[in-house]
């Protein structure tokens, strides 16, 4: 079954660091996401994108975040300079044509930020 | 008010019994409701979209109620493998279709 991969699984960095987490969608899908969940929190909304540009991100999605699409399967998260409140699961999602009429978002298993 | 609020939870149940789960929702243009599935430290699965006249699958019924914003799952015969969070799920109503909003989650447990 196609699934959404993504790297690291767990990424230690240190304040101020610069981390990029990576994600390969599945390949028919057209909308990327990133959302974010901070432990024991509700899981959140970073960022849509779609047709190579973001088409919405949230008030959370500062200048401080950036995405990417470098080649036609990864679509990776940047952050620019980690605070510790960045520390969260990273889940990266996407959906398929079809699942526009369902809502059926497929996430990846997340990528774990640990900011010291 | 919050976009999506949820029973704080958690529901411990033994097995064999049936729980329901309540959601509100504060943006009357929300258009398109879920209930995910999240397993402890892993991703959120979908489980059931919420339809206006209700819908069920299996052991799992949702029900939606617009003129009070409020949506339900209720899952009968709890099995020990439905231990989980489950998200109760809304779009944004001023965005895309698939732009979700999630409520925090409700735990539940079962026990055997």
């Known amino acids: 079954e196609p699934e959404v991969t993504q790297t690291p699984s767990h990424q230690v960095t240190q304040m101020g660091q610069e981390v990029i987490l990576r994600c390969v969608p599945i390949?028919?899908?057209?909308?990327f996401y990133w959302y974010r969940q901070i432990l024991g929190q509700k899981v959140e909304f970073l960022v849509s994108f779609y047709n190579n540009e973001i088409s919405e991100k949230s008030e959370i999605f500062d200048d401080q975040f950036s995405v990417e699409r470098p080649d036609g399967s990864n679509f990776t998260l940047k952050i620019r300079s980690t605070k510790l409140e960045d520390s969260a699961m990273y889940f990266c999602?996407?959906?398929?044509?079809?699942?526009?009429?369902?809502?059926?978002?497929?996430f990846g298993e997340g990528s774990r930020l640990t900011v010291l | 008010r919050k976009e999506v609020e949820q029973d704080p939870g958690p529901f411990n149940v033994p097995e064999g019994a049936t729980v329901a789960f309540n959601c509100t929702y504060s943006?009357?243009?929300?258009?398109?409701f879920f209930w995910y599935r999240q397993d402890c430290r892993k991703e959120p699965k979908l489980l059931m979209s919420v339809y206006s006249s209700g819908n069920e699958d299996g052991r799992f019924t949702a029900q939606l109620n617009r003129a009070s914003q409020y949506i339900s799952l209720l899952i009968r015969d709890s099995k020990l493998s439905d231990s989980a969070t489950y998200l109760c799920?809304?779009?944004?109503?001023?965005?895309?279709?698939?732009?979700?909003?999630f409520g925090k989650g409700t735990m539940l447990l079962v026990s055997p």
């Open positions: 943006n009357s243009a929300s258009q398109s």
């Open positions: 999602a996407s959906i398929s044509p079809q699942g526009m009429n369902t809502g059926e978002l497929f």
């Open positions: 799920v809304v779009n944004r109503p001023d965005s895309g279709y698939s732009t979700l909003t």
């Open positions: 390949s028919n899908h057209l909308y």
